[in-house]
């Protein structure tokens, strides 16, 4: 069966030096010391080592190819948004991250399709470089889950989505800058525990702020399955009708309404939650995405759901159809 993995992150194999290049900063570059594979670093500190599928794209398409998944939607890895550094330079790094992008659709073009990155901190450059990727023929973007901890809800980021639903471009929202990240170190539970919170967090902004209800044609897609959007959604419509002065200040909208207005990946690893997810979000709005070529990823690219005996419509509809929809509308 055809299979578009829709969450799949790339980098260049070369990052210039970003903080001589700005004069300040912990920017990502990559040192390349053992054959196929490079560490990245954050300033000066190890931030972790990646491997040569995290930017050779043949080395890519050839893993991919075991798992019968000819096409890769990518996008940059979230430490690079760098949406703490000054506007301009964080402009310059998104059109770099997105030049590059650009350039492996068009060498591989029937293997890849690419979401940019934009400096969500600055609304007019943000919208400026969506403009740019939308005539570049980028079906989308990919963005955080917060901006330097300020809620996706928040009115400064209202013209980047209404931008963005103008220009007919999807969104997908990757958790990144973890909430109680600085409190929670140790087992890895940023990654465990502070990202799918971070999902539900920017699923709850963007439905109770309104965004969600004022631009119904923009296509979201929350990484992760939502993270803990879904298993927790009882509870948060229970708040929204306990307690409206405190939920339902900015949106009367009760937020299992938006059920089936946004998609979400199928990176669950555990088929009882994606045979609910399956319910809750529709089998039209859950897309094969697997974080490739991350340990945490489904880097068996979706044969957990090939044994869950779906109907064939349903496995047609999560491998690739959801995809195009979300992506082309």
Known sequence: MYKIDMHTHLLPERLPNFADKFGYGDFIHLIHETPGF?????GNVFFRQIAQNCW??????DEYAIYRTPVQVVCTIPVMFSYWAKPADCLDLSMFLNDHLAGVVED???????????????????????ERLHAMGFPGVQIGSNVNQLNLGE??????????????????VHPWEMMGEADMKKYWLPWLVGMPAETSRAM??????????????????????????????????HGFDCRPDLVAVDNPTPPDA????????????DERLLRYVLEMAGED????????????????????????????????????????EWLHG
């Open 155 to 172: 009115p400064q980021f209202f013209p980047i989505f209404e931008a963005l639903e103008r220009l007919n471009m999807a969104v997908l």
């Open 204 to 237: 709850c902004s963007l439905i109770f702020s309104g965004v969600m209800e004022r631009l119904p044609k923009l296509r979201f897609c929350f990484a992760h399955a939502g993270g803990s959007f879904l298993p927790t959604l009882g509870r948060i419509r």
């Open 258 to 269: 938006y059920l089936g207005r946004f998609w979400i990946d199928s990176a669950t690893h």
């Open 56 to 61: 050779d794209p043949q080395v890519r398409i």
């Open 108 to 130: 591989y073009s029937e293997h890849y399709m690419a979401l940019g990155t934009l400096p969500m901190q600055d609304t007019d450059l943000a919208i400026k470089e969506a």
């Open 38 to 42: 490079a560490n990245m670093m954050k």
């Open 285 to 324: 709005k859950v897309c094969l995405g697997t974080d490739y070529p991350f340990p945490l990823g489904d880097l068996e690219i979706g044969t957990f759901i090939e044994k869950m005996n779906l109907p064939q419509s349903t496995l047609e509809r999560i491998f690739y159809k959801n995809t195009l």
